[in-house]
C-alpha cells in the first residue's frame, strides 16, 4: 500500500521517506569485502536519510539468499541489498534460481568497483606473470590454483587468464576464501586470485607474492602492482563491484533519492579512504548504467563459462 501511495505522490512523498529504519541485507558473512563495504556506507546514508540503516547478514548460496530476500521484500525502499557482482555470475553457474536477476530487482547505484588480484606463494619461482606463464607452458598441468568457489569472481579470473594466456592449470575450488587461503599460505596450492581486501595483509607481510589485478585500471589498494593487460595479458579484463540495489517495483522517486544520496556518500573523503582501504575504487553511477552494466556482466560471464567449460550447479 506504502509503494501504491508513494507511486501517486511522486516526489513530495518520496521527500517524507523513511519514517522508520532501513535494512541493508548483505548475503555475505560478517568481515568480508561485501559486508565490510555496507558497513562503512550505512552510518552515512543513515546520515543524510535521518534513519539508521541497519545492515542485516543474511548468508548462503553464494549471495543467493540474501538476493532472495530483497527480491520479495516489499518494494517501499525500507529493504535494501548491497549487491555483488556475483549475481551475475550466478545465471551461468546455477541450473535454478530463487530470482530474476533482470526482472526482479530495481538497481540503484554501483558503489564501488571491486577487483581481483593475482597472487601466488613466495616458493613460486615467478615474479612476473609473464614468468608464471612461461612456467606453466613448461610443466603443462603442474601448477594449481585455489578459488573460493565454483562460479565465484575469482574463478573465472583464473578461467580468463588459462584461456587469454593458452596455459594448462588445475583448479582447487574451496568452500570459501579462509580455506583457500590457508593452504595458499601454507604452500599446498601455488596460486590465486582473490579479493584485494582479504590478500592485502598477506601482500605487505610478504606471505603472498601479488603479481596484477584483473581490471583495466591498476587498484588505488596496490598502485605499484600493474592491470593483467599492463603485464602482457592482452584482451585480460574482470571487474566485479558492489552496489545499491531495491526490490522491482520501487518507486522512482525513491530510487532517484537514494541515488542522490549514494552519490554524496561516495564523495565524501573520508568514505572513499574506507572504501580504497578495503581494497576497491570506489565509483558511482545512475540506476540505468547500473542496470546496463548487470545486463553486459551477465552475457560476458555465460560467455566466459561456455568456453571455460564451467557447468551449472
Known amino acids: 500500500m506504502l509503494a501504491v501511495l508513494l507511486a501517486q505522490q511522486g516526489p513530495a512523498a518520496a521527500q517524507a521517506y523513511p519514517a522508520k529504519p532501513i535494512r541493508l541485507i548483505s548475503g555475505f558473512a560478517a568481515g568480508g569485502s561485501n559486508d565490510h563495504h555496507a558497513r562503512v556506507l550505512a552510518p552515512k546514508l543513515g546520515e543524510l536519510l ?18 532472495e530476500a530483497v527480491a520479495k521484500a516489499a518494494p517501499d525502499g525500507y529493504t535494501l541489498l548491497m549487491g555483488a557482482g556475483s549475481m551475475a555470475t550466478a545465471p551461468s553457474i546455477y541450473a ?15 558503489t564501488c568497483q571491486v577487483q581481483n588480484v593475482l597472487v601466488l606463494h613466495p616458493s ?9 606463464v612461461a612456467l606453466a607452458k613448461a610443466k603443462p598441468g603442474a601448477l594449481n590454483y585455489a578459488s573460493s568457489g565454483i562460479g565465484a569472481t575469482p574463478h573465472f579470473s583464473a578461467e580468463m587468464f588459462r584461456l587469454l594466456a593458452g596455459i594448462s592449470i588445475v583448479h582447487v575450488p574451496y568452500k570459501g576464501q579462509s580455506e583457500a587461503f590457508i593452504d595458499l599460505l601454507s604452500g599446498r596450492v601455488d596460486f590465486m586470485f582473490t579479493v584485494i581486501q582479504g590478500a592485502l595483509p598477506h601482500i605487505e607481510s610478504g606471505k603472498m607474492r601479488a603479481l596484477a589485478v584483473s581490471a583495466n585500471n591498476r587498484s588505488p589498494a596496490l598502485p605499484a602492482v600493474p592491470t593483467m593487460q599492463e603485464a602482457g595479458i592482452k584482451g585480460y579484463e574482470l571487474s566485479s563491484w558492489f552496489g545499491l540495489i531495491a526490490p ?27 572504501v580504497i582501504a578495503g581494497g576497491s575504487e570506489p565509483v558511482t553511477s545512475t540506476p540505468e548504467q547500473f542496470a546496463e552494466r548487470i545486463r553486459n556482466d551477465v552475457v560476458k560471464f555465460q ?3 561456455q568456453a571455460a567449460g564451467i557447468k551449472s550447479l
Open 303 to 305: 560467455k566466459l563459462a
Open 248 to 274: 522491482a517495483g520501487t518507486p522512482r522517486a525513491l530510487v532517484d533519492r537514494l541515488n542522490a544520496t549514494a552519490v554524496k556518500v561516495l564523495a565524501m573523503k573520508d568514505v572513499q579512504e574506507k
Open 50 to 67: 535521518g534513519q539508521n540503516v541497519i545492515v542485516e547478514n543474511r548468508v548462503g548460496a553464494g549471495g543467493n539468499i540474501g538476493a
Open 96 to 110: 535454478k534460481l530463487p530470482y530474476d536477476l533482470q526482472k526482479d530487482f530495481a538497481p540503484i547505484s554501483i
Open 124 to 132: 613460486i619461482p615467478a615474479k612476473s606473470v609473464k614468468e608464471l
